[in-house]
């Protein structure tokens, strides 16, 4: 287990190292009971229990061996104890799922989280893929 | 222009009738002057203006014709005046950059709306396209 955050930036430094600790269970501490969670392809995790699930199975599988690294790039108070944090990560190590190796990606997650006193944890999370050059998909407009 | 959104879920619906009139201004006037709104390719606009100006030029372009509809998910508060709101879209008649016509697409928009007194704006976006079926984008794991 980690330290509990005790700042907002503090909560992405702890999801990136429960990630590569491949701790599905201590990034899942990381969320409140009730969070929501909208991942790179649209999957939306609605609770605690569906985060741990999601992410035991991907680091049992595809991010065996993955490595999260990045920065937060910005923080913002949004009310007394609810904050936003953007974290700019890069992900490396990550197998495709017929087992090949995966390229490096970039992408920014957004985290909105709670002073629950004494830890802050994420209410909201969601996160995007950088697509370098883009401004929507090649072939496939989106807003 | 339209009404001032009073309720959380009415600045999802507003974005959606500025969107569908292709009005940059408007749009943008549905943010707070410091908004940060991360799109679905990764683009990240910092203030109104950033976000007025990518919608101006998409809005001339590649989606001159589209036409965004969806629902409200989820409104959950997040402290006295703020709140988030998750909308499920799907964007028909947008164009490729090449100029043909784009197929229909899916997504996630978070907005973290706060309230202006009388109107709720946007203070943090970030959309992300539904990929059906998938747990990660194919050859190219990502968390």
Redesign the interface.
Known sequence: MSIAPTKPEDVAKAFADA?NRHDAHGLADLFTEDA?F???????WKNRNEIEG?HR??HDT??RN?R?EGRVS?V?A?????A?V?YT?T?TG?????G?R??P??????L?V?NGQPAWRI??A??????PG??????????
Chains 1, 2 share one sequence.
């Open positions: 990630w929501n909208v991942n790179v392809v649209g999957m939306w999601a199975a991907t595809i991010f993955s999260l910005s913002v949004l009310a007394a104890d609810i936003s953007h990560w992900l990550a197998s495709a799922p017929d090949s995966a390229g990606r970039e992408g920014i997650l957004l909105i709670q209410k909201v969601q996160n995007t893929d950088i697509v883009m401004i929507a998909p090649p072939g496939a407009a989106k807003p």
